[in-house]
């Protein structure tokens, strides 16, 4: 069984930072693409980054290429989510999604590749 646990959200202002863990476990884990999704009130979920550890693979949706990183760590199980230069766009439920069926560049913003998800942890940039 699969099992997710997003950490690491919060209040920032404008420009400042934040790193989101996900702890994933019940898959092999460097093997099969783990991705961060998020979504806005309103606004469809969005695919923001993606990680195949084993094939050195990783993508980005073209809004936070440059400012966020998505990492690794896997005798823990975890991915990490490095969040710099934070804009109020950012602000939204932010989602760790894993097992994907496919490689990050084919499945990074298609929810239905991934088999489960964590609750979410919000991230909020005030202005």
């Known amino acids: 069984e699969v099992h997710i646990v997003e950490s690491g959200g919060g209040l920032v202002q404008a420009g400042g930072s934040l790193r989101l863990s996900c702890e994933a476990s019940?898959?092999?884990?460097?093997?099969?693409?783990i991705a961060w999704f998020r979504q806005a009130p309103g606004k469809e979920r969005e695919g923001v980054a993606c990680?195949?550890?084993?094939?050195?693979?990783?993508t980005y949706a073209d809004s936070v290429k440059g400012r966020f990183t998505i990492s690794s760590e896997s005798d823990k199980n975890t991915i990490y989510l490095q969040m710099n230069n934070l804009k109020p766009d950012d602000t939204a439920l932010y989602y760790c999604?894993?097992?994907?069926?496919?490689?990050?560049?084919?499945?990074?913003?298609?929810?239905?590749?991934?088999?489960?998800w964590g609750q979410g942890t919000q991230v909020t940039v005030s202005s």
């Open positions: 019940g898959f092999t884990f460097g093997e099969l693409a």
């Open positions: 990680i195949i550890i084993n094939d050195r693979e990783t």
């Open positions: 999604a894993a097992p994907g069926l496919g490689p990050c560049n084919y499945i990074s913003n298609s929810p239905r590749y991934f088999e489960s």
